[in-house]
């Protein structure tokens, strides 16, 4: 894995508001008691975000599409982000994985990584299956700080 970029140190105990660095085990761990991401992809007029299920198997992310502009998207330009979020412990923690999604053309393999049957969003058909083979993960964990009122929410002037 490489160092966390919002880092310059690891820190073990985070005080409230501030963040600590995940270590690549805790966000395989994370991302795999989640199943919904954000996908980001890049095409000619720059990058994209769908909001996708997902399923996290031996250290890889797989999904499945309709078809349309994110299959399009992948297939020229193959490098994707995934983020996913939520909460843990008490403490919010947001993943995001990068590396390069191929489309899985083999019946042995998207059954093999449980795709197929990955529950959807939406009712449309999705028949297409792609895995995310990741270069890096990094992922941050932190506790919120309880939010005050602004004096417009107070209805103050």
């Known amino acids: 894995m490489i160092d966390n970029p919002y880092?310059?140190?690891?820190?073990?105990?985070?005080?409230p508001g501030t963040a600590e660095a995940l270590d690549e085990a805790g966000c395989w761990e994370l991302l795999g008691s989640n199943e919904i991401g954000r996908l980001a992809v890049v095409d000619d007029r720059g990058a994209d975000i769908f909001p996708i299920n997902y399923l996290v198997k031996d250290?890889?992310?797989?999904?499945?599409?309709?078809?349309?502009?994110?299959i399009v998207s992948l297939t020229e330009h193959p490098g994707v982000a995934l983020e996913a979020d939520g909460t843990a412990d008490r403490k919010r923690w947001s993943v995001v994985v990068r590396g390069e999604a191929r489309r899985l053309d083999y019946d042995s393999e998207i059954e093999a990584s449980?795709?197929?049957?990955?529950?959807?969003?939406?009712?449309?058909?999705?028949?297409?299956?792609?895995?995310?083979?990741?270069?890096?993960?990094t992922g941050i964990?932190?506790?919120?700080?309880?939010?005050?009122?602004?004096?417009?929410?107070?209805?103050?002037?």
């Open 7 to 15: 880092f310059l140190q690891s820190r073990r105990e985070a005080a």
């Open 59 to 70: 250290e890889a992310i797989f999904f499945r599409s309709a078809p349309g502009t994110k």
């Open 114 to 137: 449980g795709v197929r049957n990955l529950p959807t969003m939406t009712d449309s058909e999705k028949w297409n299956y792609f895995g995310i083979t990741p270069r890096t993960v």
């Open 141 to 157: 964990r932190f506790r919120a700080v309880p939010r005050t009122s602004t004096p417009a929410e107070k209805g103050e002037d």
